[in-house]
């Protein structure tokens, strides 16, 4: 079978950072699997890569933006006071994406025109408001653009608007301008394919663009840094059930203590908090208050491989938020044969499906404390739930979820674009029934 040369441009590119960057350099590397890859990132990224061990010129390129990318992070430091505000750093951090293109296109453009590489794939930035001109530049060169997974703009819940100022999200406002942009469209038309990672992303491409629109969410597990072999607890005792992430109002660490209190007073629930952030001290004092510090660990910020350590001794993973992209850490309590209670709302509300987590629905904040107390108290007295869940959940990120299976599912795409597989795949569904 010959393998395509394909260039994948990951501007945010990083095996020892996390969110964006850990997927940008997971799903990169993964692909090489599949194809003969080029990586293209952002200087910042390079000593990472190489204590990896790629070898720069050979499997990688690393460009220095940093002229531009430098002061551009001042300013979205500056106006967001460095706390939050993510719809404001996209749009000021589009400015050095567009200078790392015109970079890309004056060291890559002369192979790409030579036919060089067989596809072109844009994975780096995830926000489908930054735009490519490579795009136009591929398909006029006759070498297919492929865009995405794009993921973002997940709408803030009207009830938790002073969750959304609070994170500084002002432009998120007029996000929805982008649509307008010329260069927008530009790139959509002249793009194969465009991976959405979530079905949001997938209603906001226009209907003349989606015969080429692919359903793929953009996390994925990586065996070897997230082992896959822990057993979940065993029930019997307190439930324990765990919350990673942020200590910010959106995420709902308040929401999920107020919820579990009538279970942390009588010794059946006990929570392990990870993460650290503002409000923090706000949810020792509340604990303190209602008598239940006994029954809640603060583990405050923990690496990744310290974080499963606490996941696989918890039964559940519970955790409210209201706005979640990708929701990566329910993928990854998932892997561990942990099951998740998760608001369907977004990415998280896609990642769990019927038998392998529990949902409540998307309501105001009473609604959610009320309905998350009354599942966590229906699962303490159902917890042979929580262990087939958890298997289930198991088996859903190892049929879909590894990087490994994530390189297979895009290797069909990259057959459909170059006329080897006529009919667009579905590679969730195909990978499922597997």
Not at 62 to 80: F, G, K, Q
Not at 113 to 142: E, N, Y
Request: with cysteine; charged share 20%.
């Amino acid at each position: 079978m010959i393998r395509p040369r394909v260039l994948v441009i990951a501007e945010a590119a990083n095996p020892e950072w996390v969110s964006v960057p850990l997927v940008g350099w997971s799903l990169a590397h993964a692909l090489r699997e599949v194809a003969d890859v080029h990586l293209v990132t952002q200087l910042r990224n390079r000593a990472a890569i190489l204590r990896a061990g790629l070898v720069e010129g050979r499997d990688f390129t690393a460009l220095d933006t940093e002229s531009v990318a430098r002061p551009m992070h001042r300013i979205a430091t500056a106006l967001t006071r460095g706390k939050g505000g993510w719809t404001t750093q996209q749009a000021i951090g589009a400015v050095s994406y567009h200078w790392f293109e015109w970079l890309l296109w004056q060291r890559f453009g002369p192979q790409i025109r030579a036919g060089a590489f067989d596809i072109v794939h844009r994975v780096t930035p995830l926000s489908p408001t930054v735009s490519s001109g490579l795009a136009t530049k591929c398909k006029v060169a006759g070498v297919p653009f492929i865009l995405g997974p794009l993921n973002g703009g997940v709408p803030w819940p009207r009830a938790f608007d002073a969750a959304r100022r609070q994170e500084r999200e002002w432009l998120s406002y007029v996000r929805g301008g982008y649509k307008l942009l010329p260069g927008r469209n530009r790139t959509l038309a002249a793009s194969a394919a465009i991976l959405v990672g979530s079905r949001h992303t997938e209603s906001e491409i226009p209907a003349r663009f989606r015969d080429r629109t692919i359903y793929l969410p953009e996390n994925g597990i990586d065996p070897e840094r997230f082992d896959m072999t822990t057993p979940p607890a065993a029930p019997g005792g307190p439930m324990r059930a765990a919350f990673v992430g942020r200590m910010v109002p959106y995420k709902g660490p308040d929401m999920l203590i107020e919820a579990a209190l009538p279970l942390l007073r009588t010794g059946k629930l006990h929570l392990d908090m990870i993460g650290n952030g503002p409000i923090l001290s706000d949810l020792k004092v509340l604990a303190e208050r209602e008598g239940v510090t006994s029954a809640i660990t603060f583990h405050g910020w923990l690496d990744h491989k310290s974080v499963q350590g606490v996941l696989g001794g918890c039964n559940l993973l519970s955790f409210p938020s209201i706005r979640e992209f990708g929701g990566g850490v329910v993928l990854e309590a998932m892997a561990l044969g942990i099951p998740a209670l998760i608001v369907d709302y977004a990415g998280p509300g896609e990642l769990v499906t019927p038998g392998t987590g529990f949902k409540v629905p998307l309501g105001t904040r009473e609604e959610i404390v009320r309905n998350f107390g009354a599942e966590l108290q229906r699962l303490c007295e159902n917890p042979q739930e929580l262990v087939a869940a958890g298997a289930s959940a198991r088996t859903r990120v190892e049929m879909l979820f590894t990087w490994s299976r994530k390189a297979g599912q895009i290797a069909r795409i990259y057959d459909w674009v170059l006329g080897k597989e006529g009919v667009r795949p579905d590679p969730m569904m195909a990978t499922a029934a597997k």
